[in-house]
């Protein structure tokens, strides 16, 4: 089966999440830093637990209207599908992601200080669990 890679793009880390070899759970993977090398780093990274497709976050308001961070998910979701071109690429509605990996993460008896380092991974898993959870139901 196929795996997938999620991703959480922020404005300064990029939260990862992979699922497992039978595509039914996400697990984290550190952040990556939001620089030039983050598309290389993705590649590689695609390369080496030989991902299928790649399920990008799209931020967007609980209104559902476009947001800067939506603009900045959408660019970098373009910018992906051109530098993918063997696998597919698509976006998956991430609202609420963030607030529910900080809940879990103080659950998990975190301090708030110590969040900013596996948010964004934390999310990318809710996210990426969400989408795998969707096409298990289709």
Sequence with gaps: MTR???LDPGAVRCGVAITDS???MA??????PNDEMLISSLQTLIQEER??????GRPVALSGNVTSSTKQADTFYRALVDALVAIPVVQWDERLTTLEAQRSLSQAGLKAKEHRDHVDSAAA???LQNYVDGQHAE
């Design 4 to 6: 997938f890679l999620g």
């Design 22 to 24: 039978s595509a039914t």
């Design 27 to 32: 697990f984290p993977r550190p952040a990556l």
């Design 51 to 56: 991902v299928g497709a790649v399920v990008v």
């Design 125 to 127: 898993v809710i996210m």
